[in-house]
């Protein structure tokens, strides 16, 4: 992906186009994956989208993919570039070369260092979209508790404590972000952004790296551009790896995240796990795991082969 020893604008256009052809593909199991990890009374994976395509239509799988595709598009423009870019910098301050191809070591810094950058971008996108993703969920929760919990089998309605609904649902993600800012300030729109670091900065190492790897074992004649199978394929396997073991991070922070104002249930990041842990066990961080492994790869293939191709149109130019 090196072609030039100066700051490349290509890189960040054509991630810009990965993005948001990878939340097309992606978003429906990334509903399932947030409702899994934050929500309740899921039995398994399969239950968990039958109950939301029962209850909420095909719709139900794409709510809050607006904010998304908008925003994503734009985080994914900023990854794909700053991560290019960064290797061409650290090849032309170890090199003296910014076409120098990259060593394994290059390529992990540049990496950790994509990973860090994409929290400050990516934390308050991911916390819309899941609010948007779970506002059905809780709201439906807190007016059980407000309630007294009362079960299926009476005769009581949800609504029969009165709460504004504007405290409880979103208009959309506009509305979302104004209410966050209300309610709890500009800090608000990082919740959670401690758990994303855990997960980001070790998931874009274990996200790129593979993706070279299985691009260089599917190349073995060692061309300059992989065949567009290659880059499929070495994409998707890539996104599996990364998200199946950036899992356990990313319950915690889909939690924090999910956690309302009105009823917090975490202080932190230790008394999320915590209490995660004490009242259902080790097996929650790995809830959803199945689901970002199946996901991650047409997500990632999809988009490092969009990537890849754009690159190519561009610079063909």
């Known amino acids: 992906m090196q072609t030039s020893k100066s700051f490349r604008v290509d890189d960040f256009i054509a991630g810009w186009i990965a993005g948001a052809s990878s939340v097309v593909v992606g978003h429906p199991l990334d509903t399932v994956k947030t409702r899994l990890q934050a929500g309740k009374g899921y039995k398994n994976t399969l239950h968990c989208i039958l109950t939301i395509y029962r ?34 910098l650290i090849s032309n301050y170890r090199y003296g070369d910014g076409r120098h191809p990259c060593s394994m070591l290059d390529l992990t810094v540049a990496s950790m260092l994509t990973g860090l950058m994409s929290v400050s971008l990516g934390a308050p ?14 709201f439906l929760a807190e007016n059980l508790h407000l309630a007294g919990n009362v079960s299926n089998g009476t005769n009581i309605r949800l609504r029969s404590v009165s709460i504004p609904s504007q405290q409880q649902l979103y208009r959309g993600p506009i509305h979302c972000i ?9 800090q608000g729109l990082y919740r959670g ?34 065949h567009p199978c290659s880059i499929w394929l070495a994409g998707g396997l890539a996104g599996s790896i990364s998200w199946v073991t950036a899992t356990p991070a990313d319950v915690v922070k889909s939690r924090m995240q999910a956690d309302a104002q009105l009823q917090r249930k975490y202080k932190g990041i230790l008394h999320c796990i915590i209490h995660s842990y004490k009242t259902e066990g080790v097996q ?29 149109f561009f610079r063909g130019l």
């Open 193 to 226: 952004a401690g758990a994303m670091i855990l997960r980001d900065v070790p998931g874009y190492t274990l996200y790129f790296i593979p993706y070279a790897i299985f691009c260089d074992l599917l190349s073995p004649d060692n061309t300059s551009s992989p």
């Open 125 to 138: 996108v991911d916390l819309v979209k899941i609010r948007l993703q779970m506002q059905t969920q809780m």
């Open 284 to 312: 929650v961080f790995f809830r959803g795991a199945s689901v970002n492994a199946i996901r991650g790869f047409p997500m990632s293939s999809t988009m490092f082969l969009t990537y890849e191709l754009s690159l190519r």
């Open 178 to 186: 104004s209410s966050i800012l209300q309610t709890e300030g500009l």
């Open 55 to 88: 209850k909420e239509t095909v719709a139900g799988f794409f709510k809050g993919m607006s904010f998304p595709l908008a925003s994503i598009t734009v985080y994914n423009s900023a990854v794909f570039g700053f991560f290019s870019n960064t290797q061409r």
